[in-house]
């Protein structure tokens, strides 16, 4: 990891304690950080691209394999003022949500392919679908869970979704239904 591209990340993240990201600009960022504006537009094209950097370095960090689920739910609680910050801006939202969407289906897919044999003779497509389907019922419960400002509990939440997720042995059935 670059440490420079890092602390830029940091920085905007700094920024978005305070405010939502159409509000922070590359020269707030560039003058906490006492540098030029070419210093950022060296790593990023944009603000945007800062933000998904820094989304994508935070989701690998706290949100791990082994707990996707209760790590997505437990990174609500521990940002709740940078994830409100992220709903209330239109383009954060969407990277935000697009950007924890395809970090979860990049573990669901690794999980699946170290767990279950059958996710194995999948064609990509099927793989696609699999991960697309299971990573979407996560989400939308995260994503209720934010908006409706964490009613039901974050267990109730958690449990919605590991029922949705059922047991490796519902996961199989799933697979196998996926590969006829």
């Known amino acids: ?21 159409s509000r922070v600009s590359i020269s707030d960022i560039c003058k906490t950080m006492k540098c030029s504006r070419q210093s950022f537009y060296y790593y990023f094209d944009s603000i945007e691209e800062c933000f998904a950097y820094y989304l994508k370095d935070s989701f690998k960090s706290e949100i791990s394999d082994e707990y996707l689920v209760s ?22 939202k969407e990277l935000f949500w697009n950007g924890l969407y ?10 699946l392919s170290h767990n279950i044999s059958e996710y ?8 696609e679908a699999v991960v697309s389907f299971y990573a979407a019922g996560i989400l939308e419960e995260a ?10 509990t974050k267990d109730k939440r958690i ?5 949705m997720l059922g047991t490796s042995e519902d ?5 196998l239904r996926f590969s006829r």
């Open 1 to 21: 990891m670059n440490k420079r591209k890092h602390e830029f990340a940091t920085e905007l993240r700094n920024e978005m304690r305070q405010t939502t990201l």
């Open 71 to 92: 790590d997505i739910f437990n990174y609500f609680d521990r940002n709740e003022a940078f994830i409100q910050n992220c709903n209330s801006d239109n383009t954060s």
């Open 102 to 111: 395809a970090y979860a289906k990049k573990v669901l897919d690794n999980t």
């Open 120 to 127: 194995l003779t999948l064609y990509a497509e099927q793989k």
């Open 143 to 152: 994503r209720m869970y934010v908006e409706t400002e964490h009613v039901p």
């Open 159 to 163: 449990a919605y979704c590991k029922a």
């Open 171 to 175: 996961m199989r059935n799933c697979i």
